[in-house]
């Protein structure tokens, strides 16, 4: 993009429709955005003033000649800051629980809507993690190739990819994780390569029939092979996505089980009886069972091999956070080499 054109997109201003223009250039790295002439996301804020969100990132670039401020809020909390021209305005992924964002730029001390960057995304965190990515690349040259993992337009995940040598049909796998946030379960996930290879997975066709919920981290494989397609240049870096299967088995079919009830409580903490029931035909080797309160780990013990058709007890005496309302218990396993798990929540009541 040429400088003229930047600069007419800089110029247009808000006036209540969405912005035709959705340009993207440059990244984002380690969750902050960085601004400079490839640098640029527009979107409209919804409403114009508000917005309803959770930021990976939040940026802005005005014109020279300006001196910026935003009016920030979340739930009612002030985060203005002064900022010079050619501002950014990074927000971690620690006030994701921001619900309603009061955004207003200030213009040479006057209030004006124009050409701010946001990426706009709901404030219900979904995690999308445990991904398993089974690639191929080939790389001929000196330059230094980047994958990069796209949901709503926002970058999730930057990798670097670094010059390696395969045969031909040959598979390297890596393991990828993520944290996708949104309201509801993205439509795709977006693989591009050095910006100039885009291919998107739909994910709202394979979610059906979900057995574990999208909430609870499902397992997510895609599958990446040689076709010969040039997506880096002067670099031979060949990649395609050939398939997304969600591994979540169903209750149905489900060989491992997981039971848990609490019993009350004593000085150290509550008091939680655990049965895990092995129905397979195999013994259930080496499992783990953790604890989680508030979204902190309180407990991980390695439990002793489960033989067929068999079940094992275990009394845990969990100390948690304050004003925890409930326990998720998770038995983690492995299973022809790859890591499986089962959940279990159980509510706190006041009787405890």
Same mark, same amino acid.
């Given at each position: 993009m040429d400088d003229s054109t930047l600069t007419a997109l800089l110029e247009k201003k808000?006036?209540?429709?969405?912005?035709?223009?959705?340009v993207v250039i440059g990244e984002s790295i380690g969750g902050l955005y960085r601004p400079s002439k490839q640098s640029v996301y527009f979107h409209k804020v919804k409403n114009n003033s508000k917005a309803t969100l959770s930021l990976l990132e939040i940026g802005a670039i005005f014109d020279k000649q300006e001196s910026v401020k935003w009016r920030i809020w979340f739930d009612g909390i002030s985060v203005s800051k002064q900022f010079k021209?050619?501002?950014?305005?990074?927000?971690?992924?620690?006030?994701?629980?921001?619900?309603v964002i009061d955004i207003t730029p200030l213009v040479n001390r006057e209030a004006k809507r124009r050409f701010h960057k946001l990426t706009v995304i709901s404030s219900t965190p979904v995690f999308l993690t445990h991904a398993t990515i089974i690639k191929l690349i080939e790389d001929n040259s000196d330059t230094t190739n980047w994958?990069?993992?796209?949901?709503?337009?926002?970058?999730? *995940?930057?990798?670097?990819? *670094?010059?390696?040598?395969? *045969?031909s049909n040959e598979l390297r796998q890596n393991n990828i994780h993520f944290n996708i946030f949104a309201q509801k379960v993205p439509q795709y996930l977006e693989i591009r390569v050095n910006e100039r290879y885009v291919k998107r997975l739909e994910i709202s066709k394979n979610c059906d029939d979900y057995q574990i919920p999208f909430d609870k981290e499902p397992i997510f494989t895609l599958s990446f092979k040689n076709d010969g397609i040039d997506v880096?240049?002067?670099? *031979? =870096?060949?990649?395609?996505?050939?398939?997304?299967?969600?591994?979540?088995?169903?209750?149905?079919?489900? =060989?491992?089980?997981?039971?848990?009830?609490?019993?009350?409580?004593?000085?150290?903490?509550?008091?939680?009886?655990?049965?895990?029931?092995?129905?397979?035909?195999?013994?259930?080797?080496?499992?783990?069972?953790?604890?989680?309160s508030s979204g902190i780990l309180v407990s991980k013990i390695d439990l002793e091999s489960i033989q067929p058709k068999s079940s094992a007890k275990?009394?845990?005496?969990?100390?948690?956070?304050?004003?925890?309302?409930?326990?998720?218990?998770?038995?983690?396993?492995?299973?022809? =080499?790859?890591?499986q798990y089962i959940e279990k929540k159980i509510k706190i009541t006041n009787q405890i």
């Open positions: 808000f006036s209540g429709e969405a912005l035709s223009e959705s021209p050619n501002f950014i305005l990074p927000i971690g992924e620690n006030t994701y629980g921001a619900t994958i990069k993992y796209y949901t709503g337009g926002a970058i999730i *995940k930057s990798q670097e990819i *670094k010059k390696i040598s395969v *045969k880096g240049g002067k670099s *031979k =870096s060949f990649i395609l996505i050939t398939n997304l299967i969600v591994n979540s088995a169903s209750k149905k079919q489900r =060989s491992i089980d997981l039971e848990a009830e609490i019993r009350g409580r004593n000085e150290s903490g509550v008091i939680v009886n655990v049965d895990v029931f092995n129905n397979s035909e195999s013994p259930l080797e080496a499992p783990m069972l953790v604890a989680f275990r009394e845990l005496v969990l100390k948690l956070p304050p004003n925890s309302s409930s326990i998720t218990l998770r038995l983690i396993w492995k299973e022809n =080499s790859e890591p």
